[in-house]
Protein backbone atom coordinates (compact mmCIF):
# COMPACT_ATOMS: atom_id res chain seq x y z
CA UNK A 1 0.00 0.00 0.00
CA UNK A 2 1.59 3.45 -0.76
CA UNK A 3 1.97 5.31 2.68
CA UNK A 4 -0.17 7.99 3.61
CA UNK A 5 2.50 10.28 5.28
CA UNK A 6 4.23 12.50 3.62
CA UNK A 7 7.31 13.18 5.50
CA UNK A 8 8.58 16.77 6.68
CA UNK A 9 11.97 18.94 6.52
CA UNK A 10 14.01 17.78 8.89
CA UNK A 11 13.96 20.24 12.07
CA UNK A 12 14.89 21.35 15.67
CA UNK A 13 12.15 21.64 18.01
CA UNK A 14 12.87 23.19 21.08
CA UNK A 15 10.43 22.16 23.89
CA UNK A 16 10.64 24.93 27.01
CA UNK A 17 9.05 23.32 29.64
CA UNK A 18 10.49 19.99 28.95
CA UNK A 19 9.98 18.68 31.80
CA UNK A 20 6.28 19.43 32.66
CA UNK A 21 2.76 17.94 32.11
CA UNK A 22 2.53 18.85 28.54
CA UNK A 23 5.33 17.94 27.42
CA UNK A 24 5.69 14.60 28.93
CA UNK A 25 2.29 13.74 28.48
CA UNK A 26 1.56 15.15 24.61
CA UNK A 27 4.40 16.53 22.69
CA UNK A 28 6.77 13.26 23.27
CA UNK A 29 4.34 10.85 22.47
CA UNK A 30 2.87 12.30 19.81
CA UNK A 31 6.47 13.03 18.29
CA UNK A 32 6.96 9.42 18.94
CA UNK A 33 4.24 8.70 16.38
CA UNK A 34 5.36 10.68 13.96
CA UNK A 35 8.68 9.11 13.69
CA UNK A 36 7.61 5.62 14.22
CA UNK A 37 5.22 6.44 10.90
CA UNK A 38 8.09 7.97 9.51
CA UNK A 39 6.89 11.47 9.16
CA UNK A 40 9.31 12.66 11.61
CA UNK A 41 13.14 12.16 9.86
CA UNK A 42 16.00 10.54 11.97
CA UNK A 43 17.93 13.96 11.25
CA UNK A 44 14.68 16.18 13.45
CA UNK A 45 16.42 16.76 17.18
CA UNK A 46 14.05 17.83 19.78
CA UNK A 47 15.82 19.85 22.28
CA UNK A 48 13.99 19.97 25.90
CA UNK A 49 14.27 22.89 28.05
CA UNK A 50 13.84 23.59 31.51
CA UNK A 51 15.76 24.81 34.38
CA UNK A 52 16.21 21.86 36.17
CA UNK A 53 19.36 20.47 36.99
CA UNK A 54 19.58 17.64 34.69
CA UNK A 55 21.89 16.57 31.75
CA UNK A 56 21.02 14.95 28.40
CA UNK A 57 20.85 11.46 29.59
CA UNK A 58 18.39 12.17 32.60
CA UNK A 59 15.73 13.71 30.28
CA UNK A 60 16.10 11.29 28.05
CA UNK A 61 15.46 8.55 30.76
CA UNK A 62 12.91 11.17 31.50
CA UNK A 63 11.09 10.98 27.83
CA UNK A 64 11.72 7.14 27.61
CA UNK A 65 9.32 6.90 30.65
CA UNK A 66 6.83 9.18 29.33
CA UNK A 67 6.49 6.90 26.01
CA UNK A 68 6.61 3.91 28.56
CA UNK A 69 3.51 5.88 30.11
CA UNK A 70 1.45 7.38 27.77
CA UNK A 71 2.32 5.18 24.15
CA UNK A 72 0.38 1.81 23.72
CA UNK A 73 2.86 -1.11 24.66
CA UNK A 74 2.08 -2.77 21.01
CA UNK A 75 3.15 0.65 19.62
CA UNK A 76 6.40 0.99 21.55
CA UNK A 77 9.29 -1.10 20.28
CA UNK A 78 13.00 -0.80 21.18
CA UNK A 79 14.40 0.05 18.30
CA UNK A 80 11.74 2.69 17.52
CA UNK A 81 12.73 4.04 20.99
CA UNK A 82 16.02 4.24 20.67
CA UNK A 83 15.97 6.18 17.07
CA UNK A 84 13.54 8.47 18.77
CA UNK A 85 15.74 8.85 21.88
CA UNK A 86 18.42 9.39 19.99
CA UNK A 87 17.10 12.33 18.33
CA UNK A 88 16.38 14.10 21.74
CA UNK A 89 18.71 16.37 23.53
CA UNK A 90 18.24 18.70 26.29
CA UNK A 91 19.72 22.31 27.74
CA UNK A 92 19.44 23.74 30.91
CA UNK A 93 17.92 27.12 30.98
CA UNK A 94 15.92 29.12 33.31
CA UNK A 95 13.66 31.25 31.17
CA UNK A 96 14.02 34.48 33.52
CA UNK A 97 17.58 34.95 32.99
CA UNK A 98 20.58 35.14 30.70
CA UNK A 99 22.10 32.13 30.94
CA UNK A 100 21.66 28.90 29.10
CA UNK A 101 20.99 30.73 25.36
CA UNK A 102 24.49 30.09 24.29
CA UNK A 103 24.41 26.48 24.84
CA UNK A 104 20.98 26.86 23.42
CA UNK A 105 22.82 28.45 20.33
CA UNK A 106 25.71 25.86 20.52
CA UNK A 107 22.97 22.75 20.70
CA UNK A 108 20.62 24.33 17.54
CA UNK A 109 23.80 24.99 15.12
CA UNK A 110 23.79 27.58 12.49
CA UNK A 111 21.74 26.20 9.78
CA UNK A 112 19.58 28.54 8.81
CA UNK A 113 17.29 26.95 6.02
CA UNK A 114 16.78 24.53 9.24
CA UNK A 115 13.35 24.74 10.46
CA UNK A 116 13.65 25.87 13.74
CA UNK A 117 10.63 26.11 16.41
CA UNK A 118 9.97 27.12 19.35
CA UNK A 119 7.71 25.70 21.60
CA UNK A 120 6.53 27.43 24.80
CA UNK A 121 5.23 24.59 26.86
CA UNK A 122 5.16 26.97 30.04
CA UNK A 123 3.16 28.82 31.85
CA UNK A 124 2.20 32.36 29.53
CA UNK A 125 3.15 34.97 32.13
CA UNK A 126 7.21 33.45 30.28
CA UNK A 127 6.50 33.66 27.00
CA UNK A 128 7.19 37.34 26.96
CA UNK A 129 10.55 36.92 28.32
CA UNK A 130 11.19 33.88 25.72
CA UNK A 131 10.69 35.57 22.95
CA UNK A 132 12.61 38.38 23.91
CA UNK A 133 15.59 35.89 24.98
CA UNK A 134 15.37 33.78 21.56
CA UNK A 135 15.68 37.36 19.76
CA UNK A 136 18.78 38.88 22.32
CA UNK A 137 20.13 35.14 21.33
CA UNK A 138 20.03 35.90 17.74
CA UNK A 139 18.00 32.35 17.16
CA UNK A 140 15.08 34.15 16.11
CA UNK A 141 16.26 34.45 12.08
CA UNK A 142 15.97 32.27 9.43
CA UNK A 143 12.71 29.38 9.21
CA UNK A 144 11.91 30.13 12.50
CA UNK A 145 8.08 29.36 14.23
CA UNK A 146 7.06 30.05 17.90
CA UNK A 147 4.29 28.06 19.32
CA UNK A 148 2.02 29.17 22.86
CA UNK A 149 -0.85 27.84 23.67
CA UNK A 150 -3.73 28.69 26.16
CA UNK A 151 -4.64 30.24 28.27
CA UNK A 152 -3.99 33.28 25.81
CA UNK A 153 -4.60 35.89 28.15
CA UNK A 154 -7.46 36.12 30.76
CA UNK A 155 -9.59 38.50 29.14
CA UNK A 156 -9.60 40.93 26.35
CA UNK A 157 -6.75 43.44 27.72
CA UNK A 158 -4.41 40.59 28.46
CA UNK A 159 -5.10 39.14 25.37
CA UNK A 160 -3.94 42.77 23.67
CA UNK A 161 -0.70 42.80 26.00
CA UNK A 162 -0.11 38.98 25.01
CA UNK A 163 -0.09 39.40 21.36
CA UNK A 164 1.71 43.06 21.55
CA UNK A 165 4.47 41.23 23.40
CA UNK A 166 5.09 38.37 21.05
CA UNK A 167 4.25 40.92 17.73
CA UNK A 168 7.33 42.99 19.27
CA UNK A 169 9.66 39.58 18.31
CA UNK A 170 7.79 37.72 15.90
CA UNK A 171 5.64 38.24 12.94
CA UNK A 172 1.89 36.76 12.65
CA UNK A 173 3.08 34.15 10.32
CA UNK A 174 5.62 33.23 12.83
CA UNK A 175 2.92 32.61 15.71
CA UNK A 176 1.38 29.33 16.17
CA UNK A 177 -1.39 29.77 18.33
CA UNK A 178 -2.54 26.12 19.73
CA UNK A 179 -6.10 25.27 20.43
CA UNK A 180 -5.63 21.42 20.53
CA UNK A 181 -9.34 20.83 19.69
CA UNK A 182 -8.31 21.86 15.82
CA UNK A 183 -5.79 19.01 15.98
CA UNK A 184 -8.56 16.67 16.52
CA UNK A 185 -9.70 14.47 13.71
CA UNK A 186 -13.45 14.85 13.91
CA UNK A 187 -13.48 18.65 13.82
CA UNK A 188 -11.15 18.99 10.96
CA UNK A 189 -13.63 16.20 9.20
CA UNK A 190 -16.09 18.48 9.98
CA UNK A 191 -14.86 20.82 7.28
CA UNK A 192 -14.48 17.68 4.96
CA UNK A 193 -18.20 17.05 5.87
CA UNK A 194 -19.36 20.59 5.06
CA UNK A 195 -16.94 21.59 2.28
CA UNK A 196 -15.96 17.84 0.85
CA UNK A 197 -19.40 16.77 0.31
CA UNK A 198 -22.73 18.35 -1.79
CA UNK A 199 -25.39 16.66 0.52
CA UNK A 200 -25.37 18.95 3.41
CA UNK A 201 -24.35 22.50 2.40
CA UNK A 202 -27.34 23.36 0.67
CA UNK A 203 -29.18 22.79 3.69
CA UNK A 204 -26.87 24.38 6.03
CA UNK A 205 -28.66 27.37 7.08
CA UNK A 206 -31.83 28.83 8.91
CA UNK A 207 -34.29 27.43 6.43
CA UNK A 208 -33.44 23.94 7.10
CA UNK A 209 -31.43 23.53 10.56
CA UNK A 210 -33.52 23.98 13.53
CA UNK A 211 -30.89 24.57 16.55
CA UNK A 212 -27.46 23.39 17.23
CA UNK A 213 -26.19 21.75 20.19
CA UNK A 214 -22.50 21.52 20.74
CA UNK A 215 -21.30 19.51 24.49
CA UNK A 216 -18.26 18.69 25.64
CA UNK A 217 -18.73 16.61 28.84
CA UNK A 218 -15.93 15.55 30.58
CA UNK A 219 -16.55 12.77 33.50
CA UNK A 220 -13.05 13.65 35.40
CA UNK A 221 -13.11 16.38 38.28
CA UNK A 222 -10.61 19.31 38.49
CA UNK A 223 -8.71 17.74 41.15
CA UNK A 224 -4.67 17.94 40.55
CA UNK A 225 -5.27 21.45 39.47
CA UNK A 226 -8.26 22.67 41.82
CA UNK A 227 -6.40 26.23 42.71
CA UNK A 228 -5.93 27.27 39.13
CA UNK A 229 -8.35 26.06 37.61
CA UNK A 230 -10.90 27.93 40.73
CA UNK A 231 -8.76 31.17 39.19
CA UNK A 232 -10.70 30.58 35.50
CA UNK A 233 -13.91 28.42 35.43
CA UNK A 234 -15.79 26.50 32.63
CA UNK A 235 -16.32 29.56 30.77
CA UNK A 236 -12.45 30.95 30.28
CA UNK A 237 -10.88 27.22 30.38
CA UNK A 238 -13.42 25.52 27.51
CA UNK A 239 -15.75 28.34 26.25
CA UNK A 240 -13.76 31.03 24.75
CA UNK A 241 -11.34 28.59 22.99
CA UNK A 242 -12.57 24.98 22.27
CA UNK A 243 -16.39 25.78 22.15
CA UNK A 244 -16.40 28.58 20.00
CA UNK A 245 -13.74 27.39 17.84
CA UNK A 246 -16.48 24.71 17.42
CA UNK A 247 -18.87 27.04 16.75
CA UNK A 248 -16.86 28.75 13.91
CA UNK A 249 -15.99 25.38 12.15
CA UNK A 250 -20.05 24.56 12.01
CA UNK A 251 -20.75 27.95 11.19
CA UNK A 252 -18.64 29.48 8.61
CA UNK A 253 -19.10 30.58 5.67
CA UNK A 254 -16.92 28.30 2.59
CA UNK A 255 -13.54 29.79 2.38
CA UNK A 256 -12.27 29.72 -0.91
CA UNK A 257 -9.52 27.46 -0.32
CA UNK A 258 -8.63 25.63 2.64
CA UNK A 259 -5.39 28.01 3.53
CA UNK A 260 -4.62 30.10 6.57
CA UNK A 261 -5.93 33.16 6.31
CA UNK A 262 -9.05 32.03 3.93
CA UNK A 263 -10.09 29.30 6.66
CA UNK A 264 -9.35 32.31 9.76
CA UNK A 265 -11.22 35.31 7.67
CA UNK A 266 -14.03 33.43 7.86
CA UNK A 267 -14.26 31.78 11.38
CA UNK A 268 -13.59 35.08 12.50
CA UNK A 269 -16.54 36.62 10.76
CA UNK A 270 -18.47 34.21 13.05
CA UNK A 271 -16.75 35.39 16.68
CA UNK A 272 -18.01 38.96 15.26
CA UNK A 273 -21.21 37.79 14.63
CA UNK A 274 -21.73 36.49 17.84
CA UNK A 275 -25.16 38.34 19.33
CA UNK A 276 -24.01 39.51 23.00
CA UNK A 277 -25.64 37.36 25.52
CA UNK A 278 -27.88 40.44 27.49
CA UNK A 279 -30.17 38.13 28.69
CA UNK A 280 -29.12 36.78 31.69
CA UNK A 281 -31.50 33.53 31.61
CA UNK A 282 -29.53 32.60 28.56
CA UNK A 283 -26.21 31.68 30.74
CA UNK A 284 -26.66 28.53 33.68
CA UNK A 285 -22.96 28.31 35.33
CA UNK A 286 -22.91 25.22 37.59
CA UNK A 287 -20.72 23.75 40.09
CA UNK A 288 -20.58 20.00 40.81
CA UNK A 289 -21.41 18.91 44.26
CA UNK A 290 -20.22 15.50 46.36
CA UNK A 291 -22.48 12.60 45.29
CA UNK A 292 -21.30 9.35 46.46
CA UNK A 293 -17.35 8.23 46.20
CA UNK A 294 -16.82 11.62 44.44
CA UNK A 295 -15.87 14.70 46.48
CA UNK A 296 -17.30 18.50 45.60
CA UNK A 297 -16.04 21.25 43.57
CA UNK A 298 -15.20 22.93 46.87
CA UNK A 299 -12.99 20.09 48.39
CA UNK A 300 -11.07 19.90 45.01
CA UNK A 301 -10.51 23.42 44.25
CA UNK A 302 -9.57 23.86 48.03
CA UNK A 303 -11.67 26.80 48.53
CA UNK A 304 -15.40 26.33 50.35
CA UNK A 305 -16.59 29.39 49.42
CA UNK A 306 -15.79 29.28 45.29
CA UNK A 307 -18.28 30.54 43.12
CA UNK A 308 -16.25 29.45 40.11
CA UNK A 309 -18.44 27.69 37.39
CA UNK A 310 -17.34 23.96 36.49
CA UNK A 311 -20.52 23.65 34.24
CA UNK A 312 -21.78 26.28 31.50
CA UNK A 313 -24.66 26.01 29.35
CA UNK A 314 -25.84 28.85 27.02
CA UNK A 315 -27.65 29.98 24.49
CA UNK A 316 -26.08 32.15 21.46
CA UNK A 317 -27.24 33.16 18.14
CA UNK A 318 -25.17 33.83 14.90
CA UNK A 319 -26.29 37.54 13.82
CA UNK A 320 -25.72 37.17 9.41
CA UNK A 321 -27.96 35.93 6.62
CA UNK A 322 -27.36 32.40 7.10
CA UNK A 323 -28.31 31.87 11.18
CA UNK A 324 -30.78 33.93 12.11
CA UNK A 325 -32.81 32.82 14.52
CA UNK A 326 -31.05 29.68 14.74
CA UNK A 327 -30.17 29.00 18.34
CA UNK A 328 -26.35 27.74 19.42
CA UNK A 329 -26.47 25.53 22.66
CA UNK A 330 -23.22 24.95 24.09
CA UNK A 331 -22.56 23.15 27.37
CA UNK A 332 -19.18 22.05 28.30
CA UNK A 333 -18.62 20.79 32.43
CA UNK A 334 -16.69 18.45 34.33
CA UNK A 335 -17.51 15.51 36.77
CA UNK A 336 -20.66 14.88 34.16
CA UNK A 337 -22.34 11.64 33.60
CA UNK A 338 -19.50 10.54 30.95
CA UNK A 339 -17.06 11.64 28.71
CA UNK A 340 -18.84 12.88 25.59
CA UNK A 341 -18.00 15.67 22.64
CA UNK A 342 -20.36 16.02 20.14
CA UNK A 343 -21.68 18.76 17.48
CA UNK A 344 -25.36 17.95 16.92
CA UNK A 345 -26.96 19.42 13.93
CA UNK A 346 -30.90 19.37 14.17
CA UNK A 347 -32.74 19.77 11.09
CA UNK A 348 -36.08 21.32 10.54
CA UNK A 349 -39.79 18.59 10.30
CA UNK A 350 -40.79 18.25 6.93
CA UNK A 351 -43.11 21.22 6.23
CA UNK A 352 -46.52 18.51 5.73
CA UNK A 353 -46.71 14.92 6.61
CA UNK A 354 -48.19 13.06 3.90
CA UNK A 355 -48.48 9.98 6.44
CA UNK A 356 -51.58 9.44 8.21
CA UNK A 357 -51.40 8.49 12.04
CA UNK A 358 -50.03 10.20 14.75
CA UNK A 359 -46.12 10.55 14.13
CA UNK A 360 -45.55 13.30 16.72
CA UNK A 361 -42.94 10.57 18.25
CA UNK A 362 -40.83 10.58 15.39
CA UNK A 363 -37.89 12.93 15.65
CA UNK A 364 -36.35 15.40 12.69
CA UNK A 365 -33.43 14.63 11.00
CA UNK A 366 -30.16 14.81 13.27
CA UNK A 367 -26.91 14.80 12.51
CA UNK A 368 -24.43 14.14 15.09
CA UNK A 369 -20.85 14.70 14.85
CA UNK A 370 -18.95 12.53 17.64
CA UNK A 371 -15.51 13.95 18.76
CA UNK A 372 -14.94 12.11 21.12
CA UNK A 373 -15.22 8.97 22.28
CA UNK A 374 -15.48 6.36 19.68
CA UNK A 375 -15.16 9.29 17.18
CA UNK A 376 -17.86 8.96 13.79
CA UNK A 377 -20.75 10.54 12.51
CA UNK A 378 -24.64 9.40 12.62
CA UNK A 379 -27.51 10.66 10.74
CA UNK A 380 -30.86 9.97 12.15
CA UNK A 381 -33.21 8.92 9.02
CA UNK A 382 -36.80 8.35 9.00
CA UNK A 383 -38.08 5.16 7.45
CA UNK A 384 -40.93 2.76 6.69
CA UNK A 385 -40.97 -0.03 9.51
CA UNK A 386 -40.14 -2.65 7.31
CA UNK A 387 -42.89 -5.60 7.48
CA UNK A 388 -46.81 -5.78 6.68
CA UNK A 389 -49.15 -2.99 8.84
CA UNK A 390 -49.00 -0.11 6.53
CA UNK A 391 -47.51 2.74 6.19
CA UNK A 392 -45.75 2.90 9.58
CA UNK A 393 -42.56 5.13 10.11
CA UNK A 394 -39.85 4.84 13.10
CA UNK A 395 -36.49 6.33 13.38
CA UNK A 396 -33.25 4.97 12.63
CA UNK A 397 -29.43 5.98 12.41
CA UNK A 398 -26.88 5.95 9.72
CA UNK A 399 -23.71 5.59 11.49
CA UNK A 400 -20.49 5.54 11.18
CA UNK A 401 -18.07 4.81 13.47
CA UNK A 402 -14.71 5.97 11.79
CA UNK A 403 -12.37 3.00 13.41
CA UNK A 404 -14.92 0.87 11.72
CA UNK A 405 -16.72 2.67 8.72
CA UNK A 406 -13.64 2.73 6.60
CA UNK A 407 -11.99 0.51 3.82
CA UNK A 408 -8.42 0.87 5.48
CA UNK A 409 -9.33 -0.15 9.05
CA UNK A 410 -7.40 2.94 11.38
CA UNK A 411 -5.48 1.31 13.76
CA UNK A 412 -4.65 4.16 15.99
CA UNK A 413 -6.50 7.78 15.59
CA UNK A 414 -3.68 10.25 15.79
CA UNK A 415 -3.73 12.34 19.09
CA UNK A 416 -4.34 16.33 18.03
CA UNK A 417 -0.90 17.52 18.78
CA UNK A 418 0.18 14.82 15.96
CA UNK A 419 -1.02 16.88 13.39
CA UNK A 420 -0.68 20.14 15.12
CA UNK A 421 3.41 19.52 15.41
CA UNK A 422 3.69 18.03 12.06
CA UNK A 423 1.69 21.54 10.96
CA UNK A 424 4.41 23.88 12.67
CA UNK A 425 7.17 22.23 10.95
CA UNK A 426 5.54 22.54 7.91
CA UNK A 427 4.27 26.27 8.39
CA UNK A 428 1.09 25.58 7.78
CA UNK A 429 -1.41 27.67 9.37
CA UNK A 430 -4.67 26.61 8.73
CA UNK A 431 -5.05 25.10 12.35
CA UNK A 432 -4.10 27.52 14.46
CA UNK A 433 -5.40 30.65 15.96
CA UNK A 434 -4.96 33.93 14.54
CA UNK A 435 -4.10 37.09 17.26
CA UNK A 436 -7.60 38.68 15.77
CA UNK A 437 -9.58 35.51 16.22
CA UNK A 438 -8.29 35.23 20.13
CA UNK A 439 -9.35 38.85 20.96
CA UNK A 440 -12.50 38.46 18.79
CA UNK A 441 -13.50 35.65 20.74
CA UNK A 442 -12.26 37.60 24.37
CA UNK A 443 -14.40 40.19 23.29
CA UNK A 444 -17.48 38.14 23.19
CA UNK A 445 -16.53 36.28 26.81
CA UNK A 446 -15.71 39.41 28.10
CA UNK A 447 -19.42 40.43 27.82
CA UNK A 448 -20.56 37.07 28.71
CA UNK A 449 -18.35 37.13 31.75
CA UNK A 450 -19.62 40.83 32.79
CA UNK A 451 -23.06 39.79 33.00
CA UNK A 452 -22.42 37.36 36.05
CA UNK A 453 -20.31 39.55 37.68
CA UNK A 454 -21.93 39.96 41.32
CA UNK A 455 -25.17 37.30 40.84
CA UNK A 456 -25.58 34.46 42.99
CA UNK A 457 -23.67 31.26 43.26
CA UNK A 458 -23.54 28.70 40.48
CA UNK A 459 -26.29 26.05 40.75
CA UNK A 460 -24.99 22.81 42.51
CA UNK A 461 -25.25 19.29 40.27
CA UNK A 462 -24.84 15.89 41.43
CA UNK A 463 -21.34 14.91 40.71
CA UNK A 464 -22.20 12.03 37.39
CA UNK A 465 -24.70 13.85 36.82
CA UNK A 466 -25.73 15.58 33.39
CA UNK A 467 -25.29 19.36 34.94
CA UNK A 468 -27.89 21.67 37.07
CA UNK A 469 -31.49 20.94 36.28
CA UNK A 470 -31.90 24.98 35.52
CA UNK A 471 -29.12 24.01 32.28
CA UNK A 472 -32.50 21.51 30.76
CA UNK A 473 -34.85 24.93 31.25
CA UNK A 474 -32.74 26.30 28.75
CA UNK A 475 -33.84 24.72 26.22
CA UNK A 476 -36.92 23.21 27.65
CA UNK A 477 -38.57 26.56 27.82
CA UNK A 478 -37.84 26.84 23.96
CA UNK A 479 -39.22 23.62 23.46
CA UNK A 480 -36.55 20.91 22.92
CA UNK A 481 -33.98 19.22 25.06
CA UNK A 482 -30.90 18.30 25.01
CA UNK A 483 -29.14 15.12 23.89
CA UNK A 484 -28.64 12.51 26.50
CA UNK A 485 -25.48 11.98 27.93
CA UNK A 486 -25.44 8.34 28.47
CA UNK A 487 -23.48 6.21 30.46
C1 LIG B 1 -8.12 21.77 28.18
C2 LIG B 1 -8.79 22.27 29.41
O1 LIG B 1 -7.87 22.84 27.30
O2 LIG B 1 -8.96 20.83 27.53
C3 LIG B 1 -9.11 21.10 30.35
O3 LIG B 1 -7.94 23.18 30.08
C4 LIG B 1 -9.91 20.07 29.62
O4 LIG B 1 -9.84 21.55 31.49
C5 LIG B 1 -9.24 19.68 28.30
O5 LIG B 1 -10.00 18.93 30.46
C6 LIG B 1 -10.15 18.78 27.50
O6 LIG B 1 -9.45 18.29 26.39
P1 LIG B 1 -9.83 16.89 25.73
O7 LIG B 1 -8.93 16.80 24.54
O8 LIG B 1 -9.58 15.85 26.76
O9 LIG B 1 -11.27 17.00 25.37
Redesign the pocket.
Known amino acids: MVSQVVPVEPFDLVVFGATGDLAQRKLIPALYHRLADGQMPDTARIIGVARTAIGREEFRAMASKALETHVAAADLTDDLRRRFLDCVDFVRLDVTGDEGWDALREALGRDENRVHAFYMSVAPRFFGSIALGIRKAGLAEGNVRIVVE?PLGHDLESAQALNRQLGKCFSETQIYRID?YLGKETVQNLMALRFANTLFEPLWNAQYIDHVQIT?A?NVGIAGRGPYYDTIGAMR??VQN?LLQLVCLTAMEPPAQFEPDAVRDEKLKVLKALEPLVDPAQVVRGQYRANGESGSYRQDAQNPDSHTESFIALKLGVSNWRWAGVPFYLRTGKRLRNRL?EIVVHFRKVPHSIFQGDHSHLHSNVLAIRL?PDEGITLSVTIKDPGPGGMRLTDTQLDMSFSSGLKRPVHRMPDAYERLVMDVIRGDQTLFMRGDEVEAAWRWSDRVIGGWQGQEAPHPYDAGSSGPEDALMLMHRDGRRWREIAT
Open positions: KHVEDMHSQ
